[in-house]
């Protein structure tokens, strides 16, 4: 049984939007330039009104793919115009480590949905929910898998960024790529809304809370039988 946790999918085909859309535990979308280019996405606007209508109302993250904060704005407001399930996705920072909060601000004023990605610090996250109030539409995306490829545990600091968050009504705390099933349990039981997970991790929902005892002996039975196909020996 999946937690009580939003999943949105990481897609990076118009097949895996549609796939998933009907989806009853299936929330919504997220989308990035390197799921698209994964996907061999080459004409961004008919992707995403595309994506947008496959996705069923549910919703939907596009990113901007500019440098610059003006031109950033420009294309959140374009984005945002393109379907009312739309997300535009701001990365916390310009390459050179600009702030962006205040591409963030112009867009949220403009009446549009947003999701800040790219995530990873205290002070990022501060910046942030200094800049919120209560009326402002938020996904706060932060990439604990990320933090956890750093070596340091992600739980408590997604469980300090949740306590952050609580008094902002409409801001929804979403845990980044995770890494394996275990993340979904992490994330709902440290208050976390949303958790994205890959086409490859929802492959392995069946597992959640699978018998443990049935789980170790199939995996002898995989040994025993791949060493009977692949022929080997001892002597």
Known sequence: ????????????????????????????????????????VTNYREFAIEAIEAAEGKPLSLEVVADDLVTMTKQGLLLGSWGSNVNVKIPITTTSGQSCLPVVRELLDAGVDVNVTAMMTDGQVADLVEILGDDDAVFVSVFAGRIADAGIDPVPVMKRYAQWLEPLPKAELLWASPREVLNIVQAAECGCDIITVTPDLLRKLDLLGKDLADFSLETVRMFYDDALSAGLEIS
Do not use: Q
């Open 1 to 40: 049984m999946i937690p009580a946790i939003k999943v949105f999918t990481d897609a990076s085909t118009i097949p895996e939007v549609r796939g998933y859309a009907s989806e009853p535990w299936v929330s919504g979308f997220t989308t990035n330039p390197t799921l698209m280019r994964k996907g061999g």
